[in-house]
């Protein structure tokens, strides 16, 4: 049976073209040109389309992603939806007719995009408060700024789940991705199965681990890239799975989607759902995952300084079975992990956060939303019932060529009264941790400065609340309240 996919309710085979090309230009050059490139980066949101999520967590879900920097391979056995296969025969989708009645239309050039987000915000029911309203849209740029009209058009058909047949197409029953192979010229895309094949696949020569593409994709669209064997896991058992552990710890598998991540989070981890919350995009939490946030080892991947403070541990598997690495160990150099040949991030297990401890994540960068850190922190602090601090862990991202935590300081603070005096002797010590790089999102000197601030600011924030939440909006991973 030849590999194929679903296009607006129509079963397409998958074409004889190089499996890096995008969906976005597969779209374009077939006439769906409702689907526009505006960025090829996954930042500006002009390239959206619709893909059903089959092995979402709660059931099968739609979810808005960037097809400039999705592989076509990557949607063989699914159902994606672009803004021409809306509309029926009976009028416009609610998500189009909103926009309308709205107003929401400018130039029209981003509009498609607004649309196919609207479009996912049709069918979810968790949209209640504002917060999560915005960040259905963030991803979308309005280059005539006309947001107004266009929230107003979200605000209309948020959560309105019409009984039609996209909303039909959420009640089928799940079903796994078929596995994929395929071969153009030199280049192949394999999706495995099952565990045997894919670590088979990766021990070959040359051979590159294809998650979510959120990251890889610049390599296909930014510098042309042409990868050799590329194996997506995207379809390993297991992968998806966020499984309780003993002791209140937790086992989250390195493929969960980072959406799926933070609405868990929200009330298990909420240290990890503050970072998420201005982690990225809808579209890119949609389809990126959390081991390939930890595994292209950034030094700003703003998940990593939260495992680090939070003492998880990566699940590390190869044809030998599975090994545990502490975070602390899995970051060896810039853009290196322990991760060996042939093996690959399993999951992450977390574990259980102290009810009495103090925990805080920041992100500083120059946008609100969709950008890249110049500063990342997150820290938890434990104390006795005298104030002493007996647990300290301080990490970072954007202060070294990996993610680490401040042991200097941390030692500052280990056994001292948790105040304003230690914390500031802490501060002083991160000049000796770190020796951070000017670049264009930042100078040393302003990373240093602001490295010392967060902390002063974790102190004032978790004066009165041990792991204070974000206000709806507006508002910042920095809450006013921390600010020193």
């Given at each position: 049976m030849s590999a194929s996919f679903t296009l607006n309710g129509r079963a397409v085979a998958l074409p004889d073209a190089p499996p890096t090309t995008t969906l976005l230009d597969w779209l374009r050059a077939g006439g769906n040109t409702g689907t526009k490139e505006g960025c090829a980066e996954g930042d500006c949101g002009a390239c959206t389309v619709a893909v059903l999520d089959e092995q979402a967590p709660g059931g099968p879900a739609w979810r808005a992603v960037c097809s400039c920097i999705m592989l076509l391979p990557q949607v063989t056995g699914r159902q994606v939806v672009t803004v021409e296969g809306l509309a029926d025969a009976d009028g416009l989708h609610p998500a189009q007719q909103a926009m309308v009645d709205a107003l929401g239309s400018q130039c029209g050039y981003c509009t498609p995009g607004f649309v196919m987000s609207l479009f996912e915000a049709t069918y979810r029911d968790d949209l209640g408060c504002q917060a999560k309203k915005d960040d259905q849209i963030c991803g979308n740029l309005c280059r005539c700024t006309g947001y107004r009209p266009?929230?107003?058009?979200?605000?209309?058909?948020?959560?309105?789940?019409?009984?039609?047949?996209?909303?039909?197409?959420?009640?089928?029953?799940?079903?796994?991705?078929?596995?994929?192979?395929?071969?153009?010229?030199?280049?192949?895309?394999?999706?495995?199965?099952?565990?045997?094949?894919?670590?088979?696949?990766?021990?070959?020569?040359?051979?590159?681990?294809?998650?979510?593409?959120?990251?890889?994709?610049?390599?296909?669209?930014?510098?042309?890239v042409a990868f050799p064997?590329?194996?997506?896991?995207?379809?390993?058992?297991?992968?998806?799975?966020?499984?309780?552990?003993?002791?209140?710890?937790?086992?989250?598998?390195?493929?969960?989607?980072?959406?799926d991540l933070e609405a868990w989070a929200e009330t298990k981890a909420p240290l990890v759902a503050r970072m998420l919350r201005f982690f990225a995009s809808r579209q890119i939490k949609n389809h990126?995952?959390?081991?390939?946030?930890?595994?292209?080892?950034?030094?700003?991947?703003?998940?990593?300084?939260?495992?680090?403070?939070?003492?998880?541990?990566?699940?590390?598997?190869?044809?030998?079975?599975?090994?545990?690495?502490?975070?602390?160990?899995?970051?060896?150099?810039?853009?290196?992990?322990?991760?060996?040949?042939?093996?690959?991030?399993?999951?992450?297990?977390?574990?259980?956060?102290?009810g009495h401890a103090r925990a805080g994540a920041y992100k500083v960068s120059k946008r609100r939303e969709l950008?890249?850190?110049?500063?990342?922190?997150?820290?938890?602090?434990?104390?006795?019932?005298?104030?002493?601090?007996?647990?300290?862990?301080?990490?970072?991202?954007?202060?070294?060529?990996?993610?680490?935590?401040?042991?200097?300081?941390?030692?500052?603070?280990?056994?001292?009264?948790?105040?304003?005096?230690?914390?500031?002797?802490?501060?002083?010590?991160?000049?000796?941790?770190?020796?951070?790089?000017?670049?264009?999102?930042?100078?040393a000197w302003y990373r240093s400065t602001v490295a010392a601030n967060l902390l002063r600011g974790f102190l004032r924030e978790t004066e009165t609340v041990g792991v204070p939440t974000l206000p709806d909006r507006p508002t910042g991973t920095i809450s006013p309240g921390g600010l020193p």
């Open positions: 266009i929230r107003d058009a979200l605000d209309r058909v948020a959560g309105a789940c019409p009984d039609d047949r996209f909303q039909a197409a959420l009640a089928t029953e799940p079903a796994p991705l078929p596995a994929v192979d395929h071969q153009h010229g030199d280049q192949r895309l394999f999706r495995p199965a099952d565990w045997p094949s894919a670590l088979e696949a990766l021990a070959e020569p040359g051979a590159r681990v294809l998650s979510g593409a959120t990251d890889l994709g610049l390599d296909v669209t930014q510098r042309h064997l590329l194996v997506d896991v995207g379809s390993l058992p297991g992968m998806r799975d966020i499984t309780p552990l003993e002791d209140g710890a937790w086992r989250i598998g390195a493929g969960v989607r980072l959406s990126a995952t959390l081991g390939g946030n930890l595994c292209n080892a950034s030094p700003i991947g703003d998940l990593a300084p939260v495992l680090l403070a939070r003492d998880a541990t990566a699940v590390l598997r190869s044809a030998a079975g599975e090994r545990r690495v502490p975070m602390a160990a899995f970051f060896e150099a810039y853009r290196t992990t322990a991760l060996q040949p042939g093996e690959l991030m399993a999951a992450i297990e977390l574990p259980a956060l102290a950008d890249i850190s110049a500063v990342s922190a997150a820290f938890v602090v434990r104390t006795d019932r005298l104030g002493t601090v007996k647990h300290v862990r301080l990490a970072y991202g954007g202060m070294a060529a990996t993610p680490a935590r401040a042991l200097r300081a941390e030692r500052a603070l280990l056994d001292q009264t948790f105040d304003a005096a230690t914390v500031e002797d802490a501060a002083a010590m991160l000049a000796h941790d770190f020796t951070p790089l000017d670049d264009h999102r930042g100078s």
